[in-house]
């Protein structure tokens, strides 16, 4: 599956982005999908996974309340939906697709395939 991060960029704090994730390639393999962030010096970190299915959601504690993850079947894209955003929020964001189910969504090894990453910069 190959993916492309889009909607990074800067945005002064308590504003809101949105990232994309279009998805392309063997997507039916695709059971869960996740965003991760990553800053300089530091391992990747799970933000929010969703299962395919829209059934399940899973956040950072973090990103919960502030962030929202969601997929749009019909043009298999990821979103990643982020309001109030505060400075320790940037970073480079990276969407993530696994071929088994939302089991292990903060996980980088449980992910098959990645994204280039978009960067978000809060200031």
């Known amino acids: 599956v190959q993916l492309v991060e889009s909607g990074g960029g800067s945005v002064q704090a308590g504003g809101s982005l949105t990232l994309s994730c279009a998805a392309s390639?063997?997507?039916?393999?695709?059971?869960?999908m996740g965003w991760f962030r990553q800053v300089p010096g530091k391992e990747r970190e799970g933000v929010a996974g969703t299962s395919t299915a829209g059934t399940s959601t899973h956040y950072s504690d973090s990103a919960k309340g502030r962030f929202t993850i969601s997929r749009y079947n019909r043009n298999n894209t990821l979103y990643l939906q982020m309001n109030n955003l505060k400075p320790e929020d940037s970073g480079i964001y990276f969407c993530a697709a696994a071929k088994n189910p939302c089991t292990q969504v903060a996980r980088t090894d449980f992910y098959r395939d990645w994204g280039q990453g978009t960067q978000v910069t809060v200031s």
């Open positions: 390639g063997n997507t039916y393999s695709t059971n869960c």
